[in-house]
């Protein structure tokens, strides 16, 4: 018999354990320190300003903040469009994951497709598309009603709480359709078969049983609606500003626009940021509850493909509704903005000799926008990098390692989840401009970045962690056995197998990066604008056809990037 | 006893996209009779589930007919199709199925629920189920708390509250593990003896359908191989295959010649055995490892030597070289012989069939890859 | 190869006592199955041996190496052990083609890649794996991805090989391939196998000799598999290795009975121990047989028929036993009719202290 080894003296295995010990410790204390870095001492700052003035505790300012009728309407304002989005988004979404998870509608693929790609796009494209369209004033196709049918007055107003509704239920439903249609898919189709043994008729199953069972699917799609609207900027910025109609979010963009940056509109900004704190972690308390409650094991037993609903006649209806819908809500608000980019001035009539390429030549000449998507190309590509690893190795710390103040550190990772962009955007500006070891990132790209490395690192902790909890330790063990150290089964082993995971907690980060306006918006300087806010700043400043062929060439690098990105995940074998 | 199913000439046909069509269920005919329990047995893809599916109306049919309690369901002929939930049967699932949104009560009162029943009806039938399926005390418990043997009770409790005079299950104990099985298969034939329903039961496991019917059907890729008892069929398989799926078997390929059946490959000894009349010239005897009884060289028999020896939990089993072909024997194991020990066979009413298929074996397994 | 011995081992997790005082010797060139019930720590000697769980006493030694000692204060880490191990959930690296998974730990050997390839291919040869070198194990059957695990604890000539419930996941059908297929592997090799399992009907087609645990951690019996089976030490070993019947027996003036509620007369031998009371009479359901001359009557309760046997509950007395009738005595003597009495005889029957406070089904 051969040995490899001979004996190995039992010094040597003691050392190999202190050193692994002392791995595992720098791995930890590095988490702890990024995370206070990046995640806690912005949220800090923003309390800090909100309640003390040059270290003494003033509330006064905070008061009169919280108890302005402006504000306190912006609140309403929130309340009541998030909870409409919410309520309608979940109702829609509800409806077409039935249609093309139970029945037999034609063409479901290609269906299942498009209702994903609103999902794809920046609301506040669709927002600036739709304002093109029905705008109180000057929206072409009110126009074109009011000339058509002789009317007085336009007759849609998109420029209200029920307009900014509607852009955010277009684009926000795919939330609950997407949860419901996974649901309805991996649900045991005997659960429903039974029913019908039963001797209940095709309705009363659709209410007593599947609806109930899809339940905790339709409530984790509904709350992430509720939560997502609470804290959105681009679509009441777009909609909302020409009739003041305010929310939180844009509440908080104007006190500081109007202050000229100033340290008293950022301490204003400060408190109401609290105030739509406590609204978004009021909502997310409530999503813990309800989705704690209500969950149930409805995927087991043999697969079996699920028995079709027969529409019969209604098939054809609903296959136009189905239809319609993507058209009004994919087709129409492109199309929409492709046209506007052709136009020589805003306002003339859609006709082909109105039409010219000079917005793309006047656009791309300006000095700003090559600059923008290199900024956002840059901010988002390395926040993206940085996040995923970093986002990895909390999840590593988190699953693996286990150390004392594990919650601790899932907590501090996950809390930026809780905290909207603005709010980020206001903390990091306290924490970063030279109050803090005198480093002043103001008007700087690196902001930016810290901003994004904030905002998007839940998103490559939770891949991460998830694909760790896959990794069973029997495959770490094995590799032990087999001679590998620890150092070399991580590096074998288990690095290799969350490597998609990672990819994905990448592209994750990336694509919502290069299309975000929110955070960046209160961030940039004069020359570190991203594709998001050059857009939008373009549009403010009155240039429509410009930001529209901007928004054009944006909405061009998202299909093109989104079609690399299913390849990739597509191509990848094994695993 | 009238019959409460039939099935006439029912077909099912499949296209698929990889292996074209396929018969799923070819030219099915049975009566089951009235408080019958009847077994689908048949390994996968024979087309058992199909038929069940069929019955319970989850499925058309391609050809034929089915009634159920005299009335007719399913008539390809008549364009005639009855929806599941009005053919009036209980069914209970592999995956139990049961509502993991409703507690047992409410899970049980469903069907009550659906037909209407007045409240204080509904109360006395689902505590009367549950008392038959030993759940009373559960009643506000919700599923998920509960133990597979425990869903599965729901599951029958749910299907025996309205009464159905005919009882589909389908792998109901395939989920559940040995022992629980055993208790189940107990309460099922306690439930039928009490209610007198009609069973269809599927299960590829024939030990469970030997111990649960009356009388059972074995299939094999899509068409009816034998129809009838345990025991007949255990003891009279019509082919090799029933034989082979009923239990452990053994065979030995035999030549015949003048009247003798000689093993493969071994000229001097015959085996001693009469040779059926209508054999041919070469034939397959099919016995079972514990029909065969092992004595001592003197004591007639087939001649021969333990050539291994093999210690199993409840009996020992040894192989016997029988011409060029190992013939498997398993006893108590209060039969003891050593290994290279001299010993005779004896073969116990075997059955004889003729050699090899190859076509069937290829068929079935194009049939493994749909 | 090498044999193993365990050497007083004791773990406990908390207060939580897996293993107390363990001691077990595998000898070399052999299979031994460690057999005994979930939860009575038989895959944390396993985890002890293979270095992934420290114990809190004793030794551990491969054949002249010391792996683990407690006293003398040595632990030599998993990857330097040199012991083969088969996962039960097979724990194939996924990324990784079959020749990668199996040419792994020789990598970590770092020795010359010619070398490499060829005794991975030798060792995919003994498995019959060589087909699917390129393979990644996703494209595989499980049959086939535990074939993959062999492989790779076999290319390295480890001491000794672990299998840990290798085959649980696997179909009847294959399973008992797989069996067939270890126990030849073994023989090529002369390899030292500690097989890990709660079945013990495999444990008994495979080994050479078994090791039976209980609940508490403790070795109940380790022999040959007839020894255990012919002979099994305790009450825990007659009763894991299959089904059982058992009946008290008392001691009166006019002799042995036994106690069913009503007692009746019992002809056989009974050892003097037992005859001291407080025993039960244990017999197997298959060593129970018709023999309408003994004075022994029983009632037929019901009867069904299982393919293989019939299956009895007979009463005797307010007692219910449990009968397995072959086939072959159906055949040659005839079945029983419920309702029927007829009279049994037990054979091979054998008497253990009654349980305290325990129901004896």
Redesign the interface.
Known sequence: ?????G??S?D???V??RKRLNMDKIMTVLCFVLLMIIVVIPIVMIIYNAFFNEGKLEVEMFVQQVTEKKNLDAMKNTLVIALLTTILGTIMGVFYAWLLGRSDIPAKGLMRALFNIPYMFPPFLGAMAWDMMFNGRSGYINKWLVQLFGLKSMPININSVWGIVFVEVSYYFPFVFMQVVSALERM?P??E?????????QR?VIW??TL??V?PAISAGALLILTTSLAHFGVPAILGYAKRIYTLPTRIYAVIYNSGGSFDGIRQGAALSVMLVVVVSAALILQNRILAA?S???I???SMRP?LIKLRGAKLPLFLLAILTLVLIVIVPLVMIVLISFLKAYGLPLELKNFTLDQYKAVFSMGGTIDSIRNSLFVSITAGIICMFLGTLVAYVVQKIKPKGKGALEVISMLPYAIPGTVLSIGVILAWSGRIAGINLYNTIWIILVAYLARYLSFSMKTSSAALLQV?S??E?????????HT?SLA??TL??I?PAMVSGFFLIFLPAMREVTTSILLYGPHTRTLGVQIYTLRDAGMIPQAAALATVAIGIIIILNTIVTKLTRDR??? | MADQIVLNHVTKRFTTKTLGDIVAVDDFNLNDHEGECFSFLGPSGCGKSTTLRMIAGFEDLTEGEIELCGRLVSSRKKNLYVQPEDRGLGMVFQAFAVWPHMNVFENVAFPLRIQKVNKTDIVKRVNEALHHTSLTGLENVFPGDLSGGQQQRIALARAIVTNPKVMLLDEPLSNLDPKLRETMRFEIKALQRKFNFTIIFVTHDQSEAMAISDRMMVCDMGKIMQIDTPENLYNKPCNRFVHNFLGESTFINVVIRDGKAYPKGHTEQALDLPVPVNASAEMVVATRPNEIALTGPGEGGFATHIEKRIFLTDRTEYLVPVGEQLLKVQTPHRVTFAEGEACAVHLVEPMWYPADDAAAEKERARRQLV | MANVTFDNITFRYGNNTVLEHFSLDVESGTIVCLVGPSGCGKTTLVRALLGLIKPETGSITVGDRVLFDAKKRINVPAEKRNIGIVFQDYAVWPHMTVLENVSYPLKKQRRPKEEIRQRAMHALEQVHMTEYANHLPNQLSGGQQQRVAIARALVVDSDVLVMDEPITNLDAKLREEMLLEIRMIQKRLNATILYITHDQQSALQLCDKMAIMQQNGTLCQYGSDEEIILHPANRFTFEFIGVSNFIPVVKEPNGMMLDCGDRIPYAGEVPAEAAQGGYELGVRPNDIVFDNTSPLKARVDSRVFLGSEYNYFLSVGQKQIRVQQSMLDARTKGIANEGETVGIRFLNARFYPARKGAETA
């Open positions: 018999m051969k040995k490899y080894y004996s190995v039992a040597l295995a003691a190999d354990g045991d005997t659960l078969e039974s029913a019908r043994i039963s001797g209940a008729r009363q007593k049983i109930p069972l339940k209500g149930y094991d409805i087991k037993g043999k028995t069973h029997s495959l063990e094995a590799s032990r056995v087999c001679g590998a150290s070399e074998d082993i290799p197998l490597r074998k094994g695993v």
